[in-house]
T-cell receptor, first 115, second 115 residues
Framework: AQTVTQSQPEMSVQEAETVTLSCTYD???????LFWYKQPPSRQMILVIR??????QNATENRFSVNFQKAAKSFSLKISDSQLGDAAMYFC????????????FGKGTHLIIQP | EPEVTQTPSHQVTQMGQEVILRCVPI?????FYWYRQILGQKVEFLVS????????KSEIFDDQFSVERPDGSNFTLKIRSTKLEDSAMYFC?????????????FGEGSRLTVL
């Protein structure tokens, strides 16, 4: 079974600074995807960024980028130029490449943005 | 922008009662999911549904749970006889493709409180 571990229950960063959220996972599969989801208070989860395991290039979406270390099974999220609207729970998640398997989530990291 | 909608937003019920949580997925999506999140814990996969049948289910999804797509638009989760430990936030999600290939779109969740 796959597992996803987020070791930082809470992180705090000053507005406009950069923060990195950590995630490690364990799997024996070769075809999989990794995700970071953002959950603002009382709102639904939205996809921040997605990485295909077969791609060596790290995914980027504007201020969000990942550091995907496949051998180390590490998938960290970097948020540059942090904004107040980035405050949320961030979940790292894993999905197998095929079938209809659901996502396996980590416990989440609560990100606080200090003005 | 299309979105996944869930009703009710909050339901309070007595232990042993039946509960139905409703979801309207995005109209052209083919894969449907239910997840739950007990307060303070990680988001957990319950079940996936494709082609009018269950594709995958987790250990949590026991005989007390059932899902249905009764009319081609709604996707429901029924808990036959609720227990205290069923108190959680239940999230519906839908996707165009299964596994990690399709982006999951989540609803805002239905909070279930069992007394």
């Amino acid at each position: 079974a796959q597992t996803v571990t987020q070791s930082q229950p809470e992180m705090s960063v000053q507005e406009a600074e950069t923060v990195t959220l950590s995630c490690t996972y364990d799997t024996s599969e070769s075809d999989y995807y990794l995700f970071w989801y953002k959950q603002p208070p009382s709102r639904q989860m939205i996809l921040v960024i997605r990485q295909e395991a077969y791609k060596q290039q790290n995914a980027t979406e504007n201020r969000f980028s990942v550091n995907f270390q496949k051998a180390a099974k590490s998938f960290s999220l970097k948020i540059s130029d942090s904004q107040l609207g980035d405050a949320a729970m961030y979940f790292c998640a894993y999905a197998s490449g095929g079938g209809a398997d659901g996502l396996t989530f980590g416990k989440g990291t609560h990100l606080i943005i200090q003005p | 922008e299309p979105e996944v909608t869930q009703t009710p937003s909050h339901q309070v019920t007595q232990m042993g009662q039946e509960v139905i949580l409703r979801c309207v997925p995005i109209s052209n999506h083919l894969y449907f999911y239910w997840y739950r999140q007990i307060l303070g814990q990680k988001v957990e996969f319950l079940v996936s549904f494709y082609n009018n049948e269950i594709s995958e289910k987790s250990e949590i999804f026991d005989d007390q749970f059932s899902v249905e797509r009764p009319d081609g638009s709604n996707f429901t989760l029924k808990i036959r006889s609720t227990k205290l430990e069923d108190s959680a936030m239940y999230f519906c999600a839908s996707a165009l493709a299964g596994g990690g290939r399709g982006e999951l779109f989540f609803g805002e969740g239905s909070r279930l409180t069992v007394l």
